[in-house]
């Protein structure tokens, strides 16, 4: 036990308290770091290290992680007992550890740019940070040494939403630099909010590429016992090491459970969810393949779900496109949306525009005289549909054809962030209207395609009864 006096002499044992939950951490002489039992007013006990309390949180409540790795908050005046049982400062940067070499395994280059993958919490804001290094990574999983050797290359230290031309531009060049040393494949840690983004710009910047480029993050810090940190970047570095398809993909959670990872093609892919671990869906596709850390009955760790697939080949050699407009944006077309929008981007020096569209690809006819003076004056207008499932079809009603009339350019199932990404990187390379129109509308990598699954759109509407008795069959 500690004393009294030591305990005073700790100059952080208060950081961050105030108000009552101070009062109570001064009255059960207990502090930040302290090893506790505490119990509530209920009866309840909580076990775990008090942690010290956000700057930007409110005053009342003590923060403890409880020993199962779980954070509680609770608050000062209804704790009845309180006993430090040992202190123990902790420390949460994990120590670089050099990687493992083993001559018969692959060799994978991963790319460090930021993201909860890469992260630690800041317990001064209640804030995750982007701290780890790639190097750090294998300090905290291991494991990745059983499935590559693995070199690590820290590009950027941020998160996924301060991603842009800048770091896209480096990261494809940096790709290609590997690629050409002759790595097995590459992963990119990324955060997950904008990793769809990344996804699709790689898809277009680097082509024809020999190996897998697999982009990995995760929904739940590090810290956290939920993590999927852990098991994703060791399907990414599997997938990277040993997957057959070379292409641009996303490797993140199936289901919400640790069974598997899906892979998901960098041009198809959206976040859907902004807390569950299986986040990512293909959009108007079918995922390439499944990925686990157990090898199913064919002795694979991949089950692969498309035939329409580019395959490994150390032969082919990459194109390497960093070219970016940046002056090019997305509209959400709503009720009411007002052609001065329009004139505003247009008065601005905006070349290119991305609209999302209602229905078929439709907006309101107040807008049409602003959109043909944006077009005549050379911006380039391609259109999506806001549902993201379907397609722009815009010779189906007469406001389709009328859009058409004015030059908009339809994207078919393109989904509005890849088209996004394509027309600022089309716009890039070229001012011409017709390179511009027959590039926007001829594939590269699946970002259209001819047709959707008929079993991939479905929507679970929790409570009906034909759905609940699916969910109660496969639920585990």
């Known amino acids: 036990m500690t004393s009294a006096n030591d305990n005073n002499a700790r100059s952080d044992r208060f950081q961050g308290y105030r108000g009552p939950a101070k009062e109570a951490l001064e009255k059960f ?164 909010d904008t990793m769809s983004h990344t996804g699709a710009i790689l898809s277009f910047m680097v082509q024809n590429s020999p190996v897998p480029i697999v982009l990995v993050g995760s929904q739940r810090s590090s810290d956290r016992p939920s993590s999927d940190a852990a098991l994703n970047l060791m399907n990414a570095v599997r997938t990277a090491a040993e ?77 390497i496109n960093p070219s970016f407009e940046e002056k090019v944006t997305i509209q959400y077309y709503y009720p009411n949306f007002n052609p001065d929008i329009i004139d505003g981007l247009s008065a601005m020096g905006y070349r290119g525009l991305v609209m999302a569209g209602t229905g078929l690809g439709h907006v309101n006819k107040p807008i049409y005289p602003a959109l043909k003076r944006a077009i005549q004056k050379g911006m380039t207008v391609v259109m999506c549909v806001q549902t993201l499932w379907g397609f722009a079809q815009m010779y189906v009603y007469d406001t389709g054809r009328d859009l058409l009339d004015l030059g908009i350019i339809p994207m078919d199932n393109m989904l509005p962030e890849t088209a996004y990404m394509k027309l600022a990187w089309v716009l890039g390379q070229t001012e011409d209207p017709a390179v511009i129109r027959s590039m926007m509308t001829t594939p590269i990598n699946h970002e259209i395609e001819p047709r959707e699954p008929h079993n991939g759109y479905l929507i679970l509407q929790g409570g009906l009864p034909e759905v609940e008795a699916f969910v109660q069959k496969h639920w585990k």
């Open 29 to 192: 002489d207990i502090g930040v770091w302290s090893e506790v039992e505490i119990v509530n007013d209920a009866g309840s006990v909580f076990s775990g290290v008090i942690l010290p309390r956000s700057e930007t949180a409110d005053d009342l409540h003590v923060v403890v992680k409880l020993f199962n790795g779980y954070n509680v908050g609770i608050h000062g005046d209804r704790i009845a007992k309180a006993k430090e049982t040992g202190y123990k400062k902790a420390v949460y940067k994990i120590p670089e550890k050099e990687f493992p070499f083993d001559a018969k395994k692959k060799n994978v280059t991963l790319l460090g740019t930021g993201g909860t993958i890469a992260s630690r919490l800041d317990y001064r804001t209640g804030a995750v940070i982007p701290a780890f290094t790639p190097g750090e990574l294998y300090g905290a999983v291991p494991e990745l040494a059983d499935i590559a050797n693995l070199t690590t290359k820290k590009l950027f230290g941020v998160f996924s939403e301060n991603m842009g031309p800048e770091q896209y531009k480096a990261l494809a060049i940096a790709i290609g630099e590997e690629i050409e040393k002759g790595c097995d494949g590459i992963v990119v840690g990324h955060g997950t």
């Open 243 to 319: 997957c057959d398809i070379a292409e641009v993909m996303l490797c993140m959670f199936g289901p919400t459970s640790d069974n598997y990872d899906l892979l998901h093609r960098g041009t198809r892919c959206r976040k859907m969810h902004s807390s569950y671990r299986s986040t990512f869906r293909t959009i108007g596709a079918t995922p390439l393949a499944t990925v686990s850390r157990y090898l199913n009955e064919h002795g694979s760790h991949f089950t692969y779900l498309s035939q329409e697939i580019t395959r490994r080949d150390k032969q082919r050699k990459p194109i």
